[in-house]
C-alpha cells in the first residue's frame, strides 16, 4: 500500500532529446509528490514537486504529468542535457511528514 | 542555514571495526532520518526521529547498527562491527513538520562507507 514504483532503471537520451520517468503508486491517501535529483556523490535535492489538484506542473525544462485516476505521475525533461545525468526519485506523502521513495532511475544524457 | 551536514564524507574501515557517522541538522528541523543507499537496494530508510525520539527503526539491518540523537542538533548512526556487506552511502535527512504545505526532506551529501 505504500510502495512507489519507478520506471526504468536507467534511461539514456540524446542530447536534446525528452526524458521521460514514470511512477505508480497505491495509497490513495497521497497528497504530494515531490521528485528529487541527485548527482554523484551528492544527497537527492528536490527538484519539482506536485499536489493532486492539478494535473501538470512545468518549472523550466522539468513538467510533472499527474493522473489521478490512473494513480501515475511522471517526470518529463525537455530538450535534455548531459549536464541533467544523474539519479532521479519520485516521492509521495500522505498528509504527514514521511515521503515514500521510489526505485530510482539513472539518467544518461549523451552529448 | 548550512543545510544537513555529515562526517565523515568517507570512510574506509576494517570488518569488525566500529563505524560512527555522524549527522548535524537543519537547525529548528523536528524530524531526521538515516537512509542507506545502494545500487542494488537504492534508498533504504534505516530509522527515523521526531523531536529526538526513535519513532521506527525497523529498517535497522541488525542489532549491529544503533541510531542516537542526544539532543536536537546531533545524531549519530553506529555500526559495531563493521562487515564487508554494509558499504554503502549513508545520508541523513531532516525536515519541519510543521510547513504546511509539506516541502519534503532535506539531504545531506553522505558519508561512503568502504569497509574492507
Known amino acids: 500500500q505504500q510502495q512507489v514504483k519507478q520506471s526504468p532503471q536507467s534511461l539514456i537520451v540524446q542530447k536534446g532529446g525528452i526524458s521521460i520517468i514514470n511512477c505508480a503508486y497505491e495509497?490513495?491517501?497521497?497528497?504530494?509528490f515531490p521528485w528529487y535529483q541527485q548527482f554523484p556523490g551528492k544527497g537527492p535535492a528536490l527538484l519539482i514537486a506536485?499536489?493532486?489538484?492539478?494535473s501538470e506542473k512545468k518549472e523550466g525544462r522539468f513538467t510533472i504529468s499527474f493522473n489521478k485516476s490512473a494513480k501515475q505521475f511522471s517526470l518529463h525533461i525537455m530538450d535534455s542535457q548531459p549536464g541533467d545525468s544523474a539519479t532521479y526519485f519520485c516521492?509521495?506523502?500522505?498528509?504527514?511528514?514521511?515521503?515514500?521513495f521510489g526505485g530510482g532511475t539513472r539518467l544518461m544524457v549523451k552529448p | 542555514d548550512a543545510g544537513v551536514i555529515q562526517s565523515p564524507r568517507h570512510e574506509v574501515t576494517e570488518m569488525g571495526q566500529e563505524v560512527t557517522l555522524r549527522c548535524k541538522p537543519i537547525?529548528?528541523?523536528?524530524?531526521l532520518f538515516w537512509y542507506r543507499q545502494t545500487m542494488m537496494r537504492g534508498l533504504e530508510l534505516l530509522i527515523y526521529?521526531?523531536?529526538?525520539?526513535?519513532?521506527?527503526d525497523s529498517g535497522m539491518p541488525e542489532d549491529r547498527f544503533s541510531a542516537k540523537m542526544p539532543n536536537a542538533s546531533f545524531s549519530t548512526l553506529k555500526i559495531q562491527p563493521s562487515e564487508p556487506r554494509d558499504s554503502a552511502v549513508y545520508f541523513c535527512?531532516?525536515?519541519?513538520?510543521?510547513?504546511?504545505?509539506?516541502?519534503?526532506?532535506?539531504f545531506g551529501s553522505g558519508t561512503r562507507l568502504t569497509v574492507v
Open positions: 535527512a531532516s525536515s519541519l513538520s510543521s510547513d504546511r504545505p509539506f516541502y519534503g526532506y532535506t
Open positions: 537547525s529548528g528541523h523536528d524530524y
Open positions: 526521529f521526531n523531536n529526538n525520539v526513535p519513532i521506527d
Open positions: 495509497n490513495t491517501a497521497f497528497d504530494y
Open positions: 506536485i499536489r493532486p489538484d492539478v
Open positions: 516521492a509521495a506523502s500522505n498528509a504527514g511528514n514521511m515521503l515514500t
